[in-house]
């Protein structure tokens, strides 16, 4: 079982629509958590990163955590094409380096 | 600032040649990390340093592939002899505490 798990979709909506993206862990260890976002061709580039459980707002874009059942989520409102990407969920330990990611689900908002 | 400076950007071989990635981290990064990714296994980590030093290597396939970083502004990764199944994209990333920034990403093509 892998330590991190996310549907690799492809998740196809509509423009304006509200998404939702999902992960979830087996590592109780886990403190910090952070979603990427890869357009193609590109790397990796940091989106959100969160502490424990709870809730982070920034923009159209929610992170939230929920440790007691290891699961975290990415909400996007009011979708537009340029959020069209492949978003990861990623998680580390409070003492190591070494971040551990999710498959990544390809999202596509249609115009 | 420049960012993660990757090269080559591409990269076609025939199997059995020798292949090196480089990778230039970000000035003032004191953690280097190298991914592959494909599409079936994902973005996985291969092997990263700190300060310059090999800290986990464990994700490294086999022995065919070597990481080195001589200073805190070079390092490189190579496959010898590179097989078929080498092919993917190999990210390289850099990082001061836990946020990381990736490169734009070599994509490995072993004929």
């Known amino acids: 079982q892998k330590e991190v798990e996310q549907d690799p979709g492809p998740l196809s909506v509509p423009e304006g629509a509200i998404v939702s993206l999902n992960c979830t862990y087996s590592?109780?260890?886990?403190?910090?958590f952070m979603w990427y976002r890869q357009y193609s061709r590109k790397g990796p580039e940091l989106l959100m990163y969160?502490?424990?459980?709870g809730n982070k707002e920034d923009g159209r874009f929610t992170a939230q955590v929920d440790k007691s059942s290891k699961y975290i989520s990415l909400f996007i409102r009011d979708s537009q094409p340029s959020d069209s990407a492949t978003y990861l969920c990623?998680?580390?330990?409070?003492?190591?380096?070494?971040?551990?990611f999710g498959s990544g689900t390809r999202l596509s908002i249609r115009p | 600032d420049a960012g993660v400076i990757q090269s080559p950007r591409h990269e076609v071989t025939e199997m059995g040649q020798e292949v090196t990635l480089r990778c230039k981290p970000i000035?003032?990064?004191?953690?280097l990390f190298w991914y592959r990714q494909t599409m079936m296994r994902g973005l996985e980590l291969l092997i990263y340093?700190?300060?310059?030093?090999?800290?986990?290597d464990s994700g490294m396939p086999e022995d065919r592939f070597s990481a080195k970083m001589p200073n805190a502004s070079f390092s490189t990764l190579k496959i010898q002899p590179s097989e078929p199944r080498d092919s993917a994209v190999y990210f390289c990333?850099?990082?001061?505490?836990?946020?990381?920034?990736f490169g734009p990403g070599t994509r490995l093509l072993v004929l």
């Open positions: 990333a850099s990082s001061l505490q836990s946020t990381q920034y």
């Open positions: 590592n109780s260890a886990f403190q910090y």
């Open positions: 969160t502490y424990s459980s």
């Open positions: 990623a998680m580390h330990n409070s003492s190591a380096s070494k971040i551990i």
């Open positions: 000035s003032g990064h004191n953690s």
């Open positions: 340093f700190n300060n310059n030093v090999p800290i986990d």
